[in-house]
T-cell receptor
Framework: AQKVTQAQTEISVVEKEDVTLDCVYETRDTTYYLFWYKQPPSGELVFLIRRNSFDEQNEISGRYSWNFQKSTSSFNFTITASQVVDSAVYFCALSEAGNNDMRFGAGTRLTVKP | GAVVSQHPSRVICKSGTSVKIECRSLDFQATTMFWYRQFPKQSLMLMATSNEGSKATYEQGVEKDKFLINHASLTLSTLTVTSAHPEDSSFYIC?????????????FGPGTRLTVL
């Protein structure tokens, strides 16, 4: 069965600091997809990234970057020069190719203080 | 991009009443939709998978007689919480699976916050 672990429950940083959110996953499938979502106080999930298991290339999008390492089953997310607007709960999720559903980690609540 | 809507966004009801939540894929057809529940400060938990024209598949521990799911068309799935009680108060989120055009990705609705008094 697939499983996603986000060990960091809450993180608090000061604006302009860099912060890394950890995500470790478990799956028996060789084909799977990893996701990161942002959930602001409004509750609506905001899609950030999707990565398939055959693409280990790291991704950078503005202040956001992702480090996918199959050797350690990790898909970590880094925010560079954090801003107050980055404050939210961030979820890592896993979807196996053979399954319909998506499994979410427990989430990490990020607070960026001015 | 693919858009999924939910209605209502918020609902408050009395204990014992039934509440219906709609999930619509606005610009694509979705043969599969999913319903998640999120309690305060917790993660999203999958409740059920809904396939158009067939019965929903419920996750272990989810009462199918309490959470009725209907997926009568390729763009609409409904979740009815029957005889709601305060412990059913939660944030309900649906998602719709896009077809090959969208690489079978899931697109999430904005959620419905249910409060049962």
């Amino acid at each position: 069965a697939q499983k996603v672990t986000q060990a960091q429950t809450e993180i608090s940083v000061v604006e302009k600091e860099d912060v890394t959110l950890d995500c470790v996953y478990e799956t028996r499938d060789t084909t799977y997809y990893l996701f990161w979502y942002k959930q602001p106080p409004s509750g609506e999930l905001v899609f950030l990234i999707r990565r398939n298991s055959f693409d280990e290339q790291n991704e950078i999008s503005g202040r956001y970057s992702w480090n996918f390492q199959k050797s350690t089953s990790s898909f970590n997310f880094t925010i560079t020069a954090s801003q107050v607007v980055d404050s939210a709960v961030y979820f890592c999720a896993l979807s196996e190719a053979g399954n319909n559903d998506m499994r979410f980690g427990a989430g990490t609540r990020l607070t960026v203080k001015p | 991009g693919a858009v999924v809507s939910q209605h209502p966004s918020r609902v408050i009801c009395k204990s014992g009443t039934s509440v219906k939540i709609e999930c619509r894929s606005l610009d694509f057809q979705a043969t599969t939709m999913f319903w998640y529940r999120q309690f305060p400060k917790q993660s999203l938990m999958l409740m059920a998978t809904s396939n158009e024209g067939s019965k929903a598949t419920y996750e272990q521990g989810v009462e199918k007689d309490k959470f009725l799911i209907n997926h009568a068309s390729l763009t609409l799935s409904t979740l009815t919480v029957t005889s709601a009680h305060p412990e059913d108060s939660s944030f309900y989120i649906c998602s719709a699976r896009g077809g090959t055009t969208y690489h079978n990705e899931q697109f999430f609705g904005p959620g419905t916050r249910l409060t049962v008094l």
